[in-house]
């Protein structure tokens, strides 16, 4: 609400929707049958904002140099690192889900099952800040939204079908055939029914006016970015 801070949003509707509101719609499915499911974010309930606290504590970010990373904390770009990266526990760094898409899923909870933020959050406090099992996308995008608006940086969720994952990052999907023209399975890139991951509103002067606005996040374990 103050128009000095990195994360000031002048429409006072998108406030009460990207900061305020915590109930909302994640998309899934494919392009051609999208499915709506209904998500709990909860951002303002009890204990909620001391877990949000304690993820921050717990990041590999503060363990390494706790000066450093508490000097930072007003920095939304930092901070929205900071949380993708303890949104998942893929990495083995404490964080909040760890994601499977294979296999059973019956020692744990299928990712289908959760349809809200606070009981995972919750469940991961209890746990001692154990991963819980398990997460897909649209579970690390959900819980993701919530922790980061409790702390004050609005955060919608952006659903995308038909998502190309381009593992090699040269811009297309790449499909491989030897001179008979059968199918080489030599590749890495794919093609996803859909995927899902956030965006967070702040200001950007390390790049200038022009990126000011929304800013992609992505909290679901993908492959390693910067180590």
């Not at 964080?95 to 898409?101: P, Q, T």
């Not at 939204?145 to 659903?159: A, D, E, N, Y």
Request: hydrophobic residues 35%; glycine residues 8%.
């Amino acid at each position: 609400w103050f128009s000095g801070d990195a994360v000031y949003m002048a429409n006072e509707n998108e406030r009460q929707e990207y900061v305020l509101n915590e109930n909302g719609i994640i998309f899934v499915g494919n392009a051609k049958y999208i499915e709506a499911r209904g998500w709990y974010y909860g951002q303002f309930q009890d204990h909620l904002l001391n877990i949000c606290l304690t993820m921050l504590d717990l990041s590999l970010y503060y363990r390494q140099d706790a000066a450093m990373d508490v000097s930072r904390r007003g920095d939304p770009k930092y901070v929205g690192r900071v949380i993708s990266s303890m949104i998942n526990g893929n990495d083995n760094d404490n964080g909040v889900l760890l994601g499977k898409w294979q296999g059973s899923f019956h020692s744990h909870e299928n990712p289908s099952r959760w349809d809200g933020s606070v009981v995972i959050l919750q469940k991961w406090r209890q746990d001692n800040y154990k991963p819980v099992q398990y997460g897909q996308c649209w579970v690390f995008a959900g819980v993701m939204c919530t922790v980061l608006r409790c702390l004050g940086i609005p955060t919608r969720l952006v659903s995308n079908f038909n998502s190309a994952h381009d593992v090699d990052r040269n811009l297309s999907i790449d499909k491989y055939y030897d001179s008979s023209g059968k199918s080489l399975n030599i590749g890495k890139d794919s093609t996803w029914d859909y995927h899902v991951w956030n965006e967070s509103w702040f200001i950007r002067p390390d790049l200038g006016t022009a990126y000011n606005g929304w800013q992609v996040l992505d909290a679901t374990p993908q492959e390693q970015s910067k180590g």
